[in-house]
């Protein structure tokens, strides 16, 4: 992307949510960055996307010729998942693998011991949609018998009578061979070009016909969802749709909407993602280089590991109940969020979570909220957030949160007060987060207690410090406007494209020249891919990766491949690279012992952007921050006279030491006794416990 002018110079990033939809825009030439939010709307997300895009023109006094372009974060192809009907989907697959998805792994989930007790979930094509067409490639991609092409056109008539709007087509190892699954889409365009169709050697051209399946039909199913909704928010941005419009993706890089029409399951994750990249731009600023993030919003938590600056990624995961296989940032979602509802089982013990108040009705407190209490309704009982939320534009009553929490209490055992239950709910959130950390690290053989704890989201900075104590994490991270962390994200990445195929070698006759060949060619669709989207060569980046294993294993580990020359040193460079990734992994390797297959290789394609950045504040070198209040807040079993300061007033070098309370737009940060907290020169806030380090003399208050 070229340097914005003077005239281009605003980029905005929009990131919606179930509840809130997030903007963020900064001027290219003075760093200097605005925030805000807005209602989402969830029947048609494109009306609070423009909404958004006018309120933070207005707030910056910039017009729309001004707007150098635009990049979203986007939940439609979850949420088209989660919550659609998945009723007029039809999958076409090669004669004789008509089960393919009943089949499946044969695996049950962990946590069964004995599959009686598991009941498969239904699958997501029924089998009276799938239809065989006859024609047969081998492994290598050479045709056994050719395409029966009658066989296609009766599936394409007989999808059109039963009113099936989108269908995947999975022919066996049409990775190998794209050649008749392309003339199955060229058949179904005669027959039935209104369907919304996907084909599994663009959308995922891989070896394990299972999962390819399932890839496949989720990028046929929520296509037209992204279509319509592309289209929608083309309609709605009127003078501002010829500005160049990007769409998040899982791998944490951008596209084009032109290039997620054409593949929509790479938005899976869209709106975590730009969280997580958002996070690795503030923890390298902040001087952390090994963070688990924690994005808390209305709903859900989403936790990710970020090691060496940089978050995992995996090329394999699920959205929902569905197994994907694409890159995707490597994100743990837990059903804790600042609406989660508290209740209590049939056996009488108090839960928290998964389900929620969501956007609509909200926590009790919301003007029109439900009539349960949850997170939100302890957090305002315990005096620890604003009566007011988002600078003012949600009044909170909490008077009918104490009513709704003292009746919860009055149906458990013993004599338990308003607060005190209001501290076990947020005991058991804490815990709740704190658990799900523990698996993405000590299960993984990672020492929290090595990491710090970079918090956002709006209901984030409440309760991470808290959940810092109870891991004994290094520190707890604030970033500025922790509320749009995910929006800003979206202006810290880079275009990005991924190309994979499949080709098994084992080590003792691996084909240099082949795999130079197969490289080749990847790179040349990444280029293609990224000068479709007005890329200039010279801003471009190719990387190179291999999913590499051990010969008789059954699964693979996705290494660095070397740049430069294919030969002899590449290969020793790759072998090397995957030893030591399994060592790190799994904890062992076999180097010297067994040789290895490579599987799958893979090309990155990046477009590098213009990033943008977090200006630091002014010094004012001796300066006290005033408190804005004082407001009695709960802790340890008793209120106390708690100050409470508005975040735009802090100071970089400030202290402010526990308890204490930080105000901001979209946000609250909650500091515990016997915790202290700094600002650094950017205005990040940094929380520690007073133990970790001597006192500070001089400290404000």
Known sequence: MAQASQQTRFRIGIDTGGTFTDIVSVDTASGAMRVTKVASTPANPAIGLLRGVRAILDQIGGAPDEVAGLVHGTTVATN???????????????????????????????????????????????????????????????????????????????????????????????????????????????EYPECALSLSCTVL?????????????????????????????SDELGDLKDKPFLVMQSSGGVASAGEVVRKPITTALSGPAAGALGSAVIAEMAGFPNVVTLDAGGTSTDLCLIEGGKPNVTNGGSVGSFPVRIPMIDIETIGTGGGSIAWITREGHLKVGPKSAGAEPGPMCYPNGGSEPTITDANLVLGRIPAALIGGGIALDAARSRTGIAALAARLPG???VEQLAHGII?????????????????????????????FGGAGPAQSPAVMDLLGMEACIVPPNPGNLSAFGLLAVDWRTDHIVTKVMHQDSIDLSSVASIYAGLEQEAVATLTRDGIERSRMRLVREADVRYAGQSMEVRVAAPGGAVDAAFLSGLI???????????????????????????????????????????????????RKMVRSTYFDGHYRDTPVYDRAALVPGCRLDGP??????????????????????????????????????????
């Open 80 to 190: 088209a998942l989660l919550q659609g009907q998945i009723d007029s989907l039809g999958l076409i697959v090669t004669k004789g693998f008509r089960h393919i998805l009943e089949i499946a792994r044969q695996s049950v989930p962990e946590g069964y011991g004995n599959s009686y007790f598991w009941v498969k979930p239904d699958r997501l094509v029924p089998l009276q949609f799938v239809r065989e067409v006859g024609g047969r490639l081998n492994f290598r991609g050479e045709e056994l018998c050719p395409l029966d092409e009658a066989s296609v056109r009766a599936a394409a008539k007989a999808f059109r009578s039963l009113g099936v709007r989108a269908v995947g087509v999975c022919l066996i190892h049409s990775y190998a061979n794209a050649k008749q699954e392309r003339r199955v889409a060229e058949i179904m365009a005669e």
């Open 205 to 233: 051209p891989e070896y394990r016909e299972y999962e390819r399946a399932v890839t496949t039909l989720v990028d046929a199913f929520v296509k037209p969802h992204m279509e319509r909704y592309l289209k929608r928010v």
């Open 415 to 417: 004599s338990m007060s």
């Open 427 to 455: 005991e058991i959130a804490n815990w709740n987060q704190a658990n799900a950390i523990r698996q993405m690290t000590i299960q993984r053989g990672i020492d929290p207690r090595a990491f710090a704890l970079l918090s």
């Open 576 to 626: 090397d690279a995957f030893h030591a990734a399994h060592r790190r992994t799994f904890g062992y390797n076999y180097a010297g012992e067994q040789k290895v297959e490579l599987v799958n290789f893979c090309v990155s394609g990046f477009g590098l952007i213009e990033r943008a950045e977090i200006p630091k504040l002014a010094s004012r070198e001796g300066a006290t921050p005033a």
């Open 660 to 701: 204490t309370i930080v105000e901001e737009f979209g946000s609250t940060t909650v500091v515990f006794p016997g915790q202290y907290l700094e600002v650094d020169p950017h205005g990040v806030l940094i929380i520690r416990a007073v133990r970790r380090v001597p006192a500070v003399a001089g400290a404000a208050r």
